[in-house]
């Protein structure tokens, strides 16, 4: 039997091509530089190779297609998606430059960019997957890479704990993942996400029966991806992992593992397992609902930034799922574009997964500023902020206001076009859950804020000097400003999310 193969189309993974060359040339510089220009060198061509891959991707604008016979796509989705998680990488390079040359005992910086560039590679992967086993290696590639970065203060015990645990319960939920989709393939016959949808919406035919296998591996994909995005009640590595790791990790972790797991979520429940929305869109409401309250409740308590930070990303995880609970598109919405089918539910997520990072991103870098300065974690260590640096303070600030969502912030028009999204599907009762529990979480972002100003300060910072980290947290405030009053771009690209990617003439071509 001869095999006909044509080309892969490598241009349209192009910005996945260079980060892939970014984390080999990373290692060959670590490998044979002068340990003396170890920090520039390797600080520059990671800044450098992700903003040329962030310049590959806006070429890719409005390109729909697909290669490697339907495994790799490039649509709204993998732009968006890849959009959010190349920023992610570049704010954290710039959070985490100063912090591993310098503290938690001079940690080898060029293996951290490897690790980093690793798993920016699996996220980017995950969200262009147009098949089930490219959804799976994307997905562990980026967490094998986070579970080592959290690890990576290994001289301090919460570091190594935190990431065995995280370890331990991501390989548990990797297990339930890889089981749902070995269901679903037995289902369906294919691995091909759109191959299953064409499958079980010639199968149901709208009749209401279902093929109980489906609805097991809908149960243990939605299990298998709630432990990656930290939902609750698969969020119980979160806290002890974000509490260890080092801040620039726990600011990274934060958003790209979550972002590759909501890019997964929905490649798998939107555009294969759509024509099932009725039977997931319920399940996806009542988890958007208790991790709202469980994130927002338990962080009321926390006395320490990092573990509070924990629970509210558990909280945000919560509205994000309140985009996905909206999605209105059904068995035809997939491949036919938001405008087509009225559905705002999932621009709604890719907009807020994209203030988001701004926002967390931003916290996390003012707890790695401030510990440059001899603080800690705790409250305490942010009394009277605004007296002896208010320009940090006043940075501190702008993303506690805008993780609650208020005007004229970015994160309150993510919240505002997540809520319009759940009462134009109907789901009043959540779009005031919303409401309610971002007034709940008023109340730890503003005490954060109250002790800056309010409070006497404890102890005098020591002068150092962080320019890449200062010049980071600056741009995360501007963005925090002025993304939302101009938003407009970002929400149409967003709603392009789901335009058609010609998967059959591309297998016919041999791509």
Do not use: C
């Not at 193969?5 to 984390?23: E, M, N, S, W």
């Not at 390079?93 to 503290?103: G, H, K, Q, T």
């Not at 949808?197 to 109980?212: A, K, N």
């Not at 319009?420 to 309610?436: E, F």
């Amino acid at each position: 039997m001869i095999l006909d193969l044509q080309t892969p189309d490598f241009g349209i993974a192009l910005p996945q091509v260079i980060v892939f060359g970014l984390a080999i040339a990373l290692v060959l510089l670590d490998a044979f530089l002068d340990k003396a220009k170890h920090f520039a060198w390797l600080t520059g061509l990671s800044l450098g190779g992700y903003a040329a891959a962030m310049v590959a991707l806006v070429g890719q604008d409005g390109e729909n297609k697909s290669t490697f016979s339907g495994m790799f796509v490039a649509d709204g989705l993998t732009v968006f998606f890849s959009l959010i998680i190349l920023s992610a990488a570049v704010l954290s390079v710039m959070v985490a430059a100063s912090y591993i040359e310098r503290l938690e005992g001079r940690m080898p910086i060029g293996e951290f960019y490897v690790l980093l560039a690793f798993s920016v590679l699996g996220a980017l992967l995950t969200t262009s997957a147009g098949d089930l086993i490219m959804v799976f290696v994307g997905i562990e590639l980026s967490s094998l890479a986070t579970y080592v970065l959290t690890a990576f203060a290994k001289r301090r015990l919460s570091s190594v704990e935190g990431a065995l645990k995280y370890f331990l319960l991501g390989i548990f939920a990797s297990a339930i993942l890889v089981y749902g989709m070995a269901w679903i393939y037995g289902s369906s016959g294919t691995t091909n996400l759109d191959g299953i949808s064409r499958h079980i919406t010639s199968q149901i035919g709208g009749e209401d029966f279902r093929e109980p296998s489906l609805l097991l591996g809908l149960l243990l994909l939605v299990v298998g991806l709630g432990f990656k995005m930290a939902a609750v009640p698969f969020h119980m590595w979160t806290p002890d992992a974000y509490d260890g790791a080092p801040t620039p990790v726990t600011a990274f972790m934060s958003v790209v593992p979550k972002a590759a797991a909501f890019a997964a979520t929905v490649r798998v429940l939107v555009q294969a397992l759509g024509p099932l929305r009725d039977d997931w869109l319920n399940l996806i409401a009542v988890l958007a609902l208790i991790t709202m309250a469980f994130g927002n409740i338990v962080a009321i308590s926390q006395r320490n930034v990092k573990r509070m930070l924990a629970y509210s990303s558990i909280a945000h995880t919560g509205y994000m799922l309140v985009g996905l609970a909206a999605y209105q598109g059904g068995q035809t919405g997939f491949g036919t574009g938001a405008a087509e089918t009225g559905d705002q539910g999932i621009p709604s997520l890719l907009y807020y997964m994209l203030a988001y990072t701004f926002m967390n991103i931003g916290a996390f870098a003012v707890v790695a500023w401030l510990q440059h300065r001899g603080a800690g974690m705790t409250l305490d260590d942010f009394s009277g902020l605004a007296t002896t640096n208010p320009l940090a303070a006043a940075a501190m600030t702008v993303f506690m206001v805008s993780l609650m969502g208020v005007p004229p912030l970015l994160g309150f028009y993510a919240k505002y076009y997540v809520i319009l999204a759940a009462i134009d599907a109907d789901l009043l009762w959540l779009a005031l859950s919303v409401v309610v529990l971002s007034a709940v979480s008023a109340f730890f972002y503003l005490r954060v804020v109250a002790v800056m100003y309010f409070n006497e300060p404890d102890v005098q910072p020591r002068a150092t000097t962080t320019p890449l980290l200062n010049i980071g947290i600056a741009a995360m405030v501007v963005a925090n400003i002025v993304l939302g009053l101009f938003s407009a771009d970002l929400t149409d690209l967003a709603e392009r999310w789901s335009d058609p990617v010609d998967v059959e003439a591309a297998v016919a071509d041999g791509r």
